[in-house]
């Protein structure tokens, strides 16, 4: 535990100067402090007006308080997806020779045509440093992308696959691998916090930390001095936990993942729904400390003006909302919404938010933006800087996520029949959000989706089906496939036709 609080005025001053001299960094050149918690929804962190009034997340509001809040932000659907896409620049439909092979969560992907942003930052003079959870191939880049890394590689060693929260094999720089019997997330945040300080790296260099949670993904496991928090927590049961689901397209009539138990609670595996809730929220007090622990550090060693800090996950997870339990996938906001903050005092407006729905495919070219440098390639998303100057400035482009489950690149070109267009209970999809309006085609023959999230936040009145809406429907079905042929979906001119519910 850092006691720098004791130190005398004379000494504080002293220290932080000396800690100025730890980064190259210039406000033109910062460092940047890219946080990515996993499978954790917008809905967990107080900030956000949809969190549950229990939830308290003292040091991640101050984060948005410090900088803007971005209130609708899609990364992807799932684990493997986002992080490809964080690392490219690009939709899943265009990470190319990225696959799964062997048994799960196993993939692999070639180097040469796949490559990761992070190589350019290094070649063009930041120094580069991953920490935490690995899910896009077992070969992590370290020496190649990364001049530090200290990396739990899911894809190498499936057998601990599970293991979010304790006994992770965890390699070092490339070289040895030993077993961290720590929880995760507090020894994650250390590392950080050390390699803030300066150890571990080169001083002289502007710095990129790209650090990687595995909280909150299942099991939901607390730290232990948490296991105590949120007792006697209460909450409504989602309107359609149970089908059936009016409106909504076959494949959510068959969603099922609980069980009315007495008096018709929610049940799962035994377990009452808000205790899932319960154990899933205590999961995050963790990570609020940890961000409370970096903010901290960056201000004593005299780095935080200089220091882009990026908040996110690389989804949401639903429990219960549209009989989900413990799910993202689905293009539902209660499945795939995620966080998402950037602050730099002085650099960045404070305590602002921004309206305008993005995506994923956003931050790479947001980051680069940042750090003063030219993309190596060019990405799919589109510079975020203009909202983040002003949150209320139009913004021209179109956002949209796509999940092809777990094909990518040139392998979603053809799209599989029947279940192999699944990923679990969902289809893929396109999904185009513009103001309130999200739009949803399935890449099977069923119904779209369309929803008017101001009047309709919980998603549960499909207007694809009335004829007042079919304009609207037709225009972002449009938009969609018009997104689809910019981004060079493969697939694009193969998608099964509609399944029109309202005549012509």
């Known amino acids: 535990m850092n006691h720098e609080s004791t130190l005398t005025r004379r000494s504080m001053i002293g220290a932080l100067a000396a800690g100025a001299a730890h980064s190259a960094a210039t406000p033109e050149r910062p460092n ?5 918690t996993d499978d954790h929804s917008y809905r967990t ?7 549950y009034p229990w939830v308290k997340t003292p040091n991640i509001d101050k984060l948005a308080k410090q900088g803007v809040r971005f209130a609708a932000t899609y990364n992807a659907a799932w684990c493997m997806p986002s992080r490809a896409i964080m690392l490219t620049g690009h939709h899943q439909h265009a990470v190319e020779s990225m696959r799964m092979e ?4 196993g993939c692999e992907y070639d180097a040469d045509k796949c490559p990761f942003w992070p190589k350019d930052f290094r070649a063009k003079g930041y120094f580069t440093a991953q920490i935490g959870k690995w899910h896009t191939g077992t070969d992590t ?4 992308d990364w001049d530090f890394q200290l990396v739990w590689n899911r894809p190498k060693y499936t057998e601990t696959s599970t293991h979010y929260y304790y006994d992770q094999p965890i390699t070092y720089h490339g070289g040895k691998t030993e077993i961290l019997k720590r929880y995760s997330t507090d020894q994650y945040t250390d590392w950080a916090v050390d390699l803030i300080k300066g150890n571990g790296r080169d001083k002289n260099k502007p710095w990129y930390l790209w650090l990687c949670y595995g909280a909150v993904h299942g099991p939901y496991q607390p730290a232990e001095r948490h296991k105590e928090e949120l007792k006697g927590i209460d909450f409504d049961t989602p309107k359609d936990i149970f089908p059936p689901r009016p409106g909504k397209p076959d494949w959510a009539q068959k969603v099922e993942h ?15 729904l808000s205790s899932w809730v319960r154990q899933y929220h205590q999961g995050v007090f963790a990570i609020d400390e940890g961000v409370g622990r970096l903010m901290q550090t960056l ?21 219960g909302q549209h009989g989900f339990r413990g799910t993202k996938v689905a293009a539902y906001d209660a499945n795939v919404r995620s966080p998402l903050i950037f602050s730099m005092p002085g650099r960045i407006p404070e305590g602002k938010v921004c309206n305008t729905p993005v995506t994923g495919v956003d931050i790479p070219p947001t980051i680069y933006q940042f750090a003063g440098l030219k993309q190596p390639w060019e990405m799919h998303g589109h510079d975020l800087t203009p909202l983040i100057k002003n949150p209320d400035a139009r913004w021209n482009h179109t956002t949209m996520m796509v999940a092809t ?5 040139s392998h979603t070109n053809e799209i599989p029949d029947g279940r192999g267009a699944f990923h679990g209970d969902v289809p893929w999809y396109v999904m185009i959000r513009e103001g309130n309006w999200k739009y949803v085609r399935p890449l099977i023959q069923d119904l779209e ?5 101001k009047a309709d936040p919980d998603e549960l009145d499909n207007l694809s089906i009335k004829p007042q809406h079919q304009a609207t429907l037709k225009r972002l079905r449009a938009k969609a496939i018009a997104e689809l042929k910019r981004t060079k979906a493969g697939f694009v001119d193969r998608m099964p036709p509609v399944r029109e519910a309202v005549k012509a």
């Open 102 to 105: 062997g048994p799960y969560p």
């Open 258 to 272: 609980w069980e009315k138990g007495p008096n018709g609670t929610p049940m799962a595996n035994g377990r009452t």
């Open 449 to 453: 989706e369309l929803y008017d999230l």
């Open 141 to 144: 880049g370290y020496g190649r």
């Open 32 to 36: 940047i402090l890219f946080i990515y």
């Open 299 to 319: 201000e004593e060693t005299g780095q935080r003006k200089n220091t882009l800090v990026v908040f996110t996950s690389d989804q949401g997870l639903a429990f």
């Open 45 to 51: 962190l107080s900030c956000y007006p949809e969190a």
């Open 405 to 409: 489950g777990q094909k990518f690149g």
